[in-house]
């Protein structure tokens, strides 16, 4: 699986877009991109995912640019509640049942 | 409710004791997973299971043995814990390998002293 570069904190103001980016340059053709959170302790927690288009669920939207090298986690209206670690990890869906978490990014949403 | 539950939340045990933190899912789940979380080292994969009878080792696997004997069962053994392997356990599930969408359980704080 290729591997994720995330910075490692960031903060948001509370009501305001919380943008997450994820730099996964050795993508290859067949691997999804998918984001994860873990709040305090607590299992983490799936997100979403993609593999070319952008996609947007009632939790976040899905940016990825059109070489796939990157991609960003939008959640659109950022709350207290969404102060966790966010994971982008990316996956072939095929072969492999190993899966990687890197580091993640610590997102401090404040008042 | 959909779940994966893990047993036992938190074990304070000593070292060469053996033990086993269970994992079940309801979920009818193909793939299960365990992972271990220690500071500043993330998420470690440590074995993962395709299927019932079929297991295989993630990136740190030494130290540990795991199962698949029923589908929704996938315990975590530890025959000789050692002080390295303190840490939050987390066992994780998904439909099958042809998807990253796991469901985590709520985690296992283990102490080995």
């Known amino acids: 699986d290729a591997k994720t570069t995330q910075p490692p904190s960031m903060d948001c103001a509370e009501g305001r877009a919380a943008n997450l980016p994820c730099n996964h340059s050795?993508?290859?053709?067949?691997?999804?991109v998918y984001w994860y959170r873990q709040i305090h302790s607590q299992g983490p927690q799936y997100i979403i995912h993609?593999?070319?288009n952008n996609e947007t669920n009632e939790m976040a939207s899905l940016i990825i640019t059109e070489d796939r090298k990157s991609s960003t986690l939008i959640l659109p209206h950022a709350t207290l509640r969404d102060t966790a670690v966010y994971y982008c990890i990316v996956r072939v869906t095929s072969n492999t049942g190993k899966l990687i978490f890197g580091q993640g990014t610590t997102l401090q949403v404040k008042p | 409710e959909a779940q994966v539950t893990q047993n036992p939340r938190y074990l304070i045990t000593v070292t060469g004791k053996k033990l086993t933190v269970t994992c079940s899912q309801n979920?009818?789940?193909?793939?299960m997973s365990w992972y271990r979380q220690d500071p500043g080292l993330g998420l470690r994969q440590i074995y993962y299971s395709m299927n019932v009878e079929v297991t295989d080792k993630g990136d740190v696997p030494e130290g540990y043995k795991v199962s698949r004997k029923e589908k929704r069962n996938f315990p975590l053994i530890l025959e000789s814990p050692s002080p390295n392997q303190t840490s939050l356990y987390f066992c994780?599930?998904?439909?099958?390998?042809?998807?990253?969408?796991?469901?985590f359980g709520e985690g296992s704080r283990l102490t080995v002293l």
């Open positions: 050795t993508i290859s053709g067949n691997e999804y």
């Open positions: 993609g593999l070319k």
């Open positions: 979920m009818n789940h193909e793939y």
């Open positions: 994780a599930s998904s439909w099958g390998r042809n998807t990253g969408e796991l469901f």
